[in-house]
């Protein structure tokens, strides 16, 4: 079964131009090729480049290649990466997992935080709902499956309109984590209460 997978950038990636592992290590899953399940989001991920281009892919959807990443098995993979928290490694060439990117900057940072002032790993976890970002898919070592099927550019109402997504996700992103945490505190009153009170 085949699937289109999306990937932003500022011209159409052909397989001989992508080289893995590639540079980045900071990324949700380490080194990769990163592309995204849903188109908006890849266009939202590359908005404000100068010429930005979305190149459209089929691939054999092989979950006997993949590593399906879910809960705390995902944390635990995007700390490991992110904050160089664990070592880690994969013994297949296809991770899936949902996105954590921009999307989570809020939610992150306060479960980063620890403690009273932070949220948990469940409230976290939860936020991805939030997100509806949908999944990455990251080839590590090769890009077996993969073909190029499709590239277009991003500009006038299709790249107002990615604008316009990506800034309604992020308060609605806002939003939510702060009902979250609400939720684990009921009947109390946090510090953008007192501000709203004025």
Same mark, same amino acid.
């Not at 991920?45 to 098995?73: A, F, H, N, T």
């Not at 984590?177 to 009947?187: I, T, V, Y």
């Given at each position: 079964?085949?699937?289109?997978?999306?990937?932003?950038?500022?011209?159409?990636?052909?397989?001989?131009?992508?080289?893995?592992?590639?540079?980045?290590? +900071?990324?949700?899953?380490?080194?990769?090729?990163?592309?995204?399940?849903?188109?908006?989001?890849?266009?939202?991920?590359?908005?404000?480049?100068?010429?930005?281009?979305?190149?459209?892919?089929?691939?054999?959807?092989?979950? &006997? $290649?993949?590593?399906?990443?879910?809960?705390?098995?995902?944390?635990?993979?995007?700390?490991?990466?992110?904050?160089?928290?664990?070592?880690?490694?994969?013994?297949?060439?296809?991770?899936?997992?949902?996105?954590?990117? +921009?999307?989570?900057?809020?939610?992150?940072?306060?479960?980063?935080?620890?403690?009273?002032?932070?949220?948990?790993?469940?409230?976290?976890?939860?936020?991805?709902?939030?997100?509806? &970002?949908?999944?990455?898919?990251?080839?590590?070592?090769?890009?077996?499956?993969?073909?190029?099927?499709?590239?277009?550019?991003?500009?006038?109402?299709?790249?107002?309109?990615?604008?316009? =997504?990506?800034?309604?996700? =992020?308060?609605?992103?806002?939003?939510?984590?702060?009902?979250?945490?609400?939720?684990?505190? $009921?009947? $109390?009153?946090?510090?953008?209460?007192?501000? $709203?009170?004025?």
């Amino acid at each position: 079964m085949s699937k289109l997978l999306y990937h932003g950038g500022d011209t159409t990636l052909t397989l001989d131009k992508i080289k893995l592992p590639g540079l980045r290590c +900071d990324c949700d899953f380490g080194q990769g090729f990163y592309l995204a399940e849903q188109k908006d989001t890849a266009e939202e991920w590359i908005r404000k480049r100068k010429s930005p281009v979305i190149s459209v892919y089929e691939y054999d959807d092989d979950k &006997s $290649e993949q590593v399906q990443l879910q809960g705390v098995d995902w944390l635990k993979v995007v700390l490991g990466f992110r904050e160089r928290m664990f070592n880690i490694t994969f013994s297949k060439n296809v991770v899936v997992g949902a996105i954590a990117n +921009d999307d989570m900057t809020v939610s992150i940072p306060a479960f980063m935080i620890g403690g009273i002032g932070g949220i948990g790993d469940t409230r976290l976890i939860k936020s991805l709902e939030y997100c509806k &970002s949908g999944n990455q898919y990251v080839f590590k070592n090769n890009l077996n499956g993969l073909r190029l099927v499709d590239s277009y550019e991003l500009k006038g109402s299709n790249l107002d309109s990615a604008i316009l =997504r990506h800034k309604e996700r =992020r308060v609605s992103m806002h939003k939510d984590l702060l009902h979250l945490r609400k939720s684990a505190f $009921e009947g $109390e009153k946090f510090i953008e209460d007192y501000r $709203e009170d004025g």
